[in-house]
């Protein structure tokens, strides 16, 4: 167990390195870290040393002054009553901490106030040097003192030269001609203060020449490792930049490779990887383009551009594709070109939808009824058998040919009727076979049935609701609307589910035209009912003394909501969109539900109705227009579904 305890900061160990051989050299049993064995508990054993030792010096410094663990060993060695403070010279005594501030404290180069301060703790030396000294001065008798004073004034002389110098060289040199000097001590604690001035300004520096005049100058300061550490990657980074200049603009993967494996954390690793990917792609680009040399499919070459859409194979693949492709269209052109059936023209659409035929045949397509009547013209007009003729009439009635056709039968006579057709019940006749037309006389004579019927339907309705309209007491229940609702509307059913088929052959959609007589049976619900409402209102005000019955805001508001639903109408039949169309009878429903719930509940207005049979019965109407023309629609489609199966 040593005499003397120095407790320090390891960022400071060339100052108690300093120390420590001056003391050794004076044959005090002197205890640091770097006495510890490898394995031994370093708590343990500092703790052991620090209460076996009879003085305890601690080095005051910037560092050493923030580390707990000096704090913590001078405040037991201050407590044991055997601390003895020392600092460096340029450490403010405030710096100290509290609590070892009023003690008296030497410079650590104050040696013999140190060695006072030993004595005064009964330290004294108590082993010989475990220093090495230089060789003795020896006489033919033995060693001669008198030469070692003489060593010894030497080195004096020489530290007094080098003292206030400020090249680290200098104490280096003297270091090594005078490792066993009372001096040496003085000269490794100056060069470990000129190594902590010098270091801060190399912190994060990237030149090599100040780094290894760092690391020689002061070859045992605890940075002088990292000094060099740094000089080897900056040394390797200036290796890699010129690897790197050498291979950036070369086409060779074994190159990029070799790099990488030298320099795994360079900084062009980056640029280094992204430039061996893509010479690694464009190499797997070359080797797919080799494989379709002579190719002809043209999906081979549609893949090779999705997979390497920014090869310098691109161009090419898209020009031979291409090339493909237009030799293909012109094949398949030549097979359709006096097509007489629409079928294979719109296959080669399919086939080549943006290619340079395709206006061509969409030209064809629109010329193909033209051209299959003038042939069939063609094949018939020099014969006298009139049943062609009749085919021809009912097979294309609006043909450009057909006054030609009816002329030449009667010039011809009277003849066979056409043979029936043999289909199934309710089947649709077999394609191609001609049918039986209806002349003008025929049609204009159903048009005028169904709106003879439509108007007889509402006769009934203007007696009816003018009855109602007449009856002074609003809560007076009517059986004329019940009579004159259901008038109308089976009238709005018979537009409805009628009309689109006598106007089959007008311009535009059936669906069109569905909702066109829908439109207009609902419309003349509504009408009546704002209508009615209105003159009963006015009957009301014109019978009443009372301003309570002066209310026309229901005829405002029945009304408006017909003007609602006409302009939706309007509108859904002009734009043929579907969610106009589910718009218009969502509204209808909505003022016929309004209608009917007016009755059911207290709504402010509801006895101001001309009796309850116009809002349930005109309500309920409007409903049943709604869900009849939704469950047709819903039944056409299924069928639909069913023939295509």
């Known amino acids: 167990m040593a005499d003397v305890f120095i407790s320090y900061s390891q960022q400071d160990r060339v100052i108690a390195r300093g120390l420590a051989d001056f003391l050794v050299a004076r044959d005090y049993d002197v205890w640091w870290d770097p006495a510890l064995v490898s394995g031994e508990n370093y708590r343990d054993k500092i703790k052991h040393e620090l209460a076996g030792a009879k003085a305890a010096i601690v080095i005051w410094t910037p560092n050493s002054v923030e580390s707990d663990w000096v704090i913590d060993e001078a405040e037991v060695a201050k407590k044991s009553g055997k601390l003895v403070p020392t600092k460096i010279e340029d450490l403010d005594y405030l710096a100290i901490p509290m609590g070892f501030r009023g003690l008296h404290t030497d410079l650590v180069t104050e040696f013999e106030r140190i060695f006072k301060a030993l004595d005064d703790h009964g330290v004294t030396p108590s082993q010989p040097p ?65 190594a902590a001035e010098h270091w801060p300004r190399l912190v994060g520096s990237e030149d090599i020449r100040e780094l290894e005049w760092f690391a020689k100058s002061f070859p045992d300061d605890p940075n002088a490792a990292e000094a060099r550490r740094r000089i080897e990657v900056l040394a390797s980074r200036g290796e890699e930049a010129a690897s790197w200049n050498r291979i950036k603009d070369r086409d060779e993967i074994e ?43 043209p999906d081979a070459y549609k893949q090779f551009l999705t997979t390497y859409p920014d090869s310098r194979f691109a161009p090419q693949a ?63 007009k020099d014969a ?37 057709l043999r289909a199934g019940a309710g089947a649709a006749p077999p394609s191609g076979v001609p049918q039986p037309s209806v002349t003008p006389w025929q049609r204009t004579a159903r048009r005028n049935v169904f709106w003879a019927i439509a108007v007889l339907s509402a006769v009934p309705v203007l007696p009816l609701s003018g009855q109602a309209a007449t009856i002074w007491s609003p809560a007076t229940v009517s059986n004329n609307l019940p009579i004159a609702i259901a008038c109308l509307v089976f009238g709005a059913l018979w537009l409805y589910a009628v009309g689109p088929r006598v106007y089959a052959g007008a311009a535009g959609a059936h669906q069109q035209r569905t909702l066109l007589f829908h439109v207009i049976g609902t419309m003349g ?75 059911y509940n207290d709504f402010n207005f509801r006895r101001y109705f001309v009796s309850s049979g116009l809002e349930v019965w005109g309500g309920g109407g409007l409903m049943v227009m709604v869900a009849v023309a939704l469950v047709a629609k819903v039944t056409g489609r299924h069928a639909a579904v069913k023939s295509a199966e």
């Open 255 to 297: 190159a990029f490779e070799e790099h990488l494996r030298r320099f795994p954390g360079g900084a062009n690793v980056t640029a280094a990887h992204a430039r061996l990917n893509a010479l690694r792609r464009d190499k797997a680009a070359a080797d797919y383009w080799r494989s379709l040399t002579g190719s002809t499919q």
């Open 384 to 420: 006298d058998q009139s049943i062609l003729f009749q085919a021809f009439v009912a097979a294309m009635p609006a043909s450009r040919h057909a006054k030609a056709a009816r002329a030449k039968l009667k010039t011809l006579g009277a003849a066979r009727p056409l043979p029936a």
């Open 130 to 194: 475990t220093v090495p000294k230089p060789d003795p001065i020896v006489t033919a008798k033995g060693l001669d003192p008198d030469a070692v004073g003489r060593a010894e004034q030497f080195a004096f002389a020489h530290w007094d030269v080098i003292k206030d110098s400020q090249d680290p060289a200098a104490f280096g040199t003297f270091i090594g001609n005078f490792p066993s000097s009372t001096f040496a001590a003085l000269a490794r604690i100056k060069l470990g203060k000129m």
């Open 318 to 380: 898209q020009s031979r594709l291409l090339e493909i492709l237009r030799a293909r269209e012109e094949a398949d052109w030549s097979k359709v070109t006096d097509a007489r059936h629409p079928v294979p023209l719109l296959r080669f659409l399919k086939a080549h939808p943006d290619g340079a035929r395709a206006r061509a045949a969409c030209e064809l397509l629109a010329a193909l009824p033209r051209t299959i009547e003038d042939e069939a013209w063609a094949e018939i």
């Open 525 to 599: 619900i509504l009408t009546w009912m704002a209508s009615t409402q209105f003159f009963s209102d006015l009957n009301r005000s014109y019978s009443s003394n009372s301003s309570v019955y002066n209310y026309r805001d229901l005829s405002v508001i029945l009304g408006g909501c017909a003007l609602g639903v006409l302009v939706v109408a309007l509108i859904a039949l002009g734009s043929r969109s579907k969610l106009l169309r589910l718009a218009y009878y969502g509204l209808v429903f909505a003022v016929g539900l309004f209608s009917v719930l007016a009755f």
